[in-house]
């Protein structure tokens, strides 16, 4: 799989090595749906809590999401259909579309769309593992400045760089081209990079 920063050759996803859980799920196995869910469960939750940004809705969305899941695996899907499928990408759109569901049922309130933003080539985004943002006061300022973002500004950043999708899983989980996709994640890292500057965290980028 080709690194999207450097063109290089990168390892490729666990879940395209190891077993495939859609399948072991389908069948049943025993153990299975758990590992799945010992699997995604937290990285699901930190990209509805993106989009929600409450514990508790994006908690319920995880669930609801987990539940599809094994109803479509084990009843909805034949075998064959579940050993094609790009489970991650397919999870992650499920609670996305969840998730947007239960945002616009409490707000109609509407955001500006990332495409009147400018597009500034800022690079990479520097994640909250990262030595510069190793202290908890950083880590609280990039959560504070992810909030203010539109939705789907958080929503690529989450993808992108805490969950480090590919421009084509992403393209699965939220639609759209992979060309275009790229362009709204630069404009997302400018959106980020402005709204950590106001809080004075000016190297984190």
Known sequence: MKNSWTGGE????AEYVEENLAVAVHRREPGAFERMIDRFETPMFGYAH???QNTFDAQEVVQDAMMRAHRALTKQYDEARCAALLLRPWLFKTVRNLSLNRRRSKTRALEQPLESFDDG???P???PES???EKREEADMLRAAMALLPVEARELIVLRF???MSYGEIASTVG???AALRGKVFRSLKLLREALEKRGVTHAM
């Open 10 to 13: 990168t390892a490729l996803p």
């Open 50 to 52: 993106g989009i929600l």
């Open 121 to 123: 080539r800022i690079g």
């Open 125 to 127: 985004f520097v994640s």
């Open 131 to 133: 030595k510069d943002l």
């Open 162 to 164: 805490m969950e480090e």
């Open 176 to 178: 759209g081209t992979e």
